[in-house]
């Protein structure tokens, strides 16, 4: 199994930034990717970005060019830094690593206020 604990989000004006922290219990590059999904009320979860163990990296198109996902292996931790924040970016953020299956952390809440 793997845990995964997050820290970071919170309330932001839009055109502002946050930055999202995952570290893994296990190593990250033991882990085949991790990355960040997001849910908005009433919306399907849908890919941030993705960093697989070999630095191959994927963007959900709504992000593209504002948001940057990077890995700190002496911290054994994944950043998600996101930039110019839209009222639309307000949902539940989730880390997630995959290692043979899908694992998520709890979430945390990023809200752009307008």
């Known amino acids: 199994q793997v845990q995964l604990v997050e820290s970071g989000g919170g309330l932001v004006q839009a055109g502002g930034s946050l930055r999202l922290s995952c570290t893994p219990s296990?190593?990250?590059?033991?882990?085949?990717?991790m990355g960040w999904y997001r849910q908005a009320p009433g919306k399907q979860r849908e890919l941030v970005a993705t960093i697989t163990n070999r630095g191959t990296i994927s963007y959900g198109d709504s992000v593209k060019d504002r948001f940057s996902i990077s890995t700190d292996t002496g911290e054994n931790t994944v950043y998600l830094q996101m930039n110019n924040l839209k009222p639309e970016d307000t949902a539940v953020y989730y880390c997630?690593?995959?290692?043979?299956?899908?694992?998520w952390g709890l979430g945390s809440q990023v809200t752009v206020s307008s």
């Open positions: 997630s690593a995959f290692y043979f299956e899908m694992y």
């Open positions: 296990k190593r990250i590059i033991s882990l085949f990717f």
